[in-house]
């Protein structure tokens, strides 16, 4: 049984320090690499019960992040765009930037929000498995 518990503890370690790195890669991540690295935390593993908690939580938070992010850049290349005079002012794309931009800014709040009962969440998984 002792072994067991131990398989347990060592396969829970793992994953926690897993999902940490891959938060951590995420929120380094510039741009477009969100994305890919969005699909990372997605793709850690997840067996222990309190790993797979903590990664919803995460989750939660990027999701909407990753969203925003994606609008914001899209924003920026229709601004360019009226800029340099390759789309007109009343283009339904430059006429729907308002609406982008609160959307972005909504997305980024609750990411935002969500992010903090994700650290709360990592915090727990590594006092509780000591990395």
């Known amino acids: ?31 477009s690499e969100r994305v890919s690295r969005a699909q990372a935390l997605t793709d850690v593993s997840c067996t222990v019960p309190e790993v797979c908690v903590a990664k919803e939580a995460c989750l939660a938070a990027v999701g909407p992040t990753t969203r925003a992010l994606a609008l914001k850049e899209d924003v920026a290349r229709i601004l360019g765009d009226l800029q340099a005079k390759r789309l007109a002012l009343d283009a339904p794309s430059a006429q729907a930037l308002p609406e982008r931009l609160d959307e972005a800014t909504r997305l980024l709040q609750e990411g935002r929000a969500k992010m903090a009962d994700c650290e709360r969440q990592l915090g727990d998984l590594r006092l509780h498995y000591g990395h």
Do not use: I, P, Q
Not at 8 to 22: F, T, V
């Open 1 to 31: 049984m002792t072994a067991s518990l131990g398989g347990c503890h060592g396969s829970g370690k793992r994953e926690a320090a897993s999902l940490d790195e891959a938060v951590d890669r995420y929120r380094r991540a510039e741009g």
